[in-house]
């Protein structure tokens, strides 16, 4: 059964910085880009970020780029998103997400981890 | 970057009737690259099709999109209680990979 679970949410103030986790299971890990997609509470869907399996092609949303940093261990099967000067407005449930190569949609699903920026 | 504009923003019915969500693209699309996700509260998205018209592992035949080029549809028949929940579309033909705002389905 494929399973992704995202951790790392947390009460953070403005400025400062936090790192989520993603951990996969049940499927070939570096078979597959892994992405950040996050929603707002009681708001939409947001693409954040997303990485191939050699972590050479990488891309940011314009929200976060230059603050945000995605970044996988395959030998770990896992998936991490480094993120520095955080605003009130990364205030979000962040979900990681796993797609084949190329252009296929996000297949499977983490159960999200909370993110509040707060002061 | 892609718009997706969904509509209507909410629809009320029953269980047993039929839904009707639009979703409607800023540009064409390349090769239909047009998915639909369902999200109930408290959990996290499940995708139900994708290339605009196939249906993803396990989704039920109640469940079938259409459209091409820049209008889409996702068409939900006999409504089970379980359908009650938040449909989004995503283009994933270029980036940014972009999202509709949402369309509720909600019990009448």
């Known amino acids: 059964e494929v399973q992704l679970v995202e951790s790392g949410g947390d009460l953070v103030q403005p400025g400062r910085s936090l790192r989520l986790s993603c951990a996969a299971s049940g499927f070939t890990f570096d078979d597959y880009a892994m992405h950040w997609v996050r929603q707002a509470p009681g708001k939409g869907l947001e693409w954040v970020s997303g990485i191939n399996w050699r972590s050479d092609v990488i891309t940011y949303a314009d929200s976060v780029k230059g603050r945000f940093t995605i970044s996988r261990d395959n030998a770990k099967n896992s998936l991490y998103l480094q993120m520095n000067s955080l605003r009130t407005e990364d205030t979000a449930f962040y979900y990681c997400a796993r797609k084949v190569a190329g252009n296929y949609p996000f297949d499977s699903w983490g159960q999200g981890t909370l993110v509040t920026v707060s002061s | 970057e892609i718009v997706l504009t969904q509509s209507p923003d909410t629809l009320s019915l029953s269980p047993g009737e039929s839904a009707t969500l639009s979703c409607r693209a800023s540009q064409s699309l390349s090769s239909s690259f047009l998915a639909w996700y369902q999200q109930k509260p408290g959990q996290a998205p499940r995708l139900l099709i994708y290339?605009?018209?196939s249906r993803a592992t396990g989704i039920p035949d109640r469940f079938s999109g259409s459209g091409s080029g820049t209008d889409f549809t996702l068409t939900l028949s006999r409504l089970e209680p379980e359908d009650f929940a938040v449909y989004y579309c995503q283009q994933y033909g270029s980036s940014p990979r972009t999202f509709g705002q949402g369309t509720k389905v909600e019990i009448k």
């Open positions: 290339g605009a018209s």
